[in-house]
């Protein structure tokens, strides 16, 4: 079964670094998302994707985020300036249509210190 | 109203136990129904969507009813493999973002 993979699994990086996740969505899916999971809190939506631009984002989602895609398989979602808050499990997700389910891939645990 | 929201939990129950999540979600234009399970510190992943009619699959049935803005999941005899987190999740009006509840944890115990 196809699936969304991410890399790393877990990075650390130091307060005030960059940093640049990576997701390779399912092949023939057009819409991709991030969602982040701080530990023991819920599931947040941070950005949907679409056609090569922004479809929805949450308040989450300041100007310390960006994504892209660069080429036609990569999905990645950059920090650019981490904070310590910034700590939490990174999912990548895709979907063939907006009203599908979304797979999510495998996280990347993020640790700022 | 919170946009979704679920049973605090968590839920302990013995092996074969029929258990019960309920959820309530507050956009009303919302269009898109979907339980999700999530084991410790791994991703969600889709259980099983939700239609207006209610659906079952095997031992799970899920039910929901658009004017109270109300969705449930039905386990029947659980197993020790349905522990886990269970999250509710719900479409915004646009379909573009999905948003979850904070999930409850059940524990089927032997």
């Known amino acids: 079964e196809p699936e969304v993979t991410q890399t790393p699994s877990h990075q650390v990086t130091q307060m005030g670094q960059e940093v640049i996740l990576r997701c390779v969505p399912i092949s023939n899916h057009l819409y991709f998302y991030w969602y982040r999971q701080i530990l023991g809190q819920k599931v947040e939506f941070l950005v949907s994707f679409y056609n090569n631009e922004i479809s929805e984002k949450s308040e989450i989602f300041d100007d310390q985020f960006s994504v892209e895609r660069p080429d036609g398989s990569n999905f990645t979602l950059k920090i650019r300036s981490t904070k310590l808050e910034d700590s939490a499990m990174y999912f990548c997700?895709?979907?063939?249509?907006?009203?599908?389910?979304?797979?999510f891939g495998n996280g990347t645990r993020l640790t700022v210190t | 109203r919170k946009e979704v929201e679920q049973d605090p939990g968590p839920f302990n129950v013995p092996e074969g136990a029929t258990v019960a999540f309920n959820c309530t979600y507050s956009n009303s234009a919302s269009q898109s129904f979907f339980w999700y399970r999530q084991d410790c510190r791994k991703e969600p992943k889709l259980l099983m969507s939700v239609y207006s009619s209610g659906n079952e699959d095997g031992r799970f049935t899920a039910q929901l009813n658009r004017a109270s803005q109300y969705i449930s999941l039905l386990i029947r005899d659980s197993k020790l493999s349905d522990s886990a987190t269970y999250l509710c999740v719900v479409s915004g009006g646009s379909n573009y973002k999905l948003t979850f509840g904070k999930g409850t944890l059940l524990t089927v115990n032997p």
């Open positions: 997700a895709s979907s063939g249509d907006p009203n599908s389910p979304l797979h």
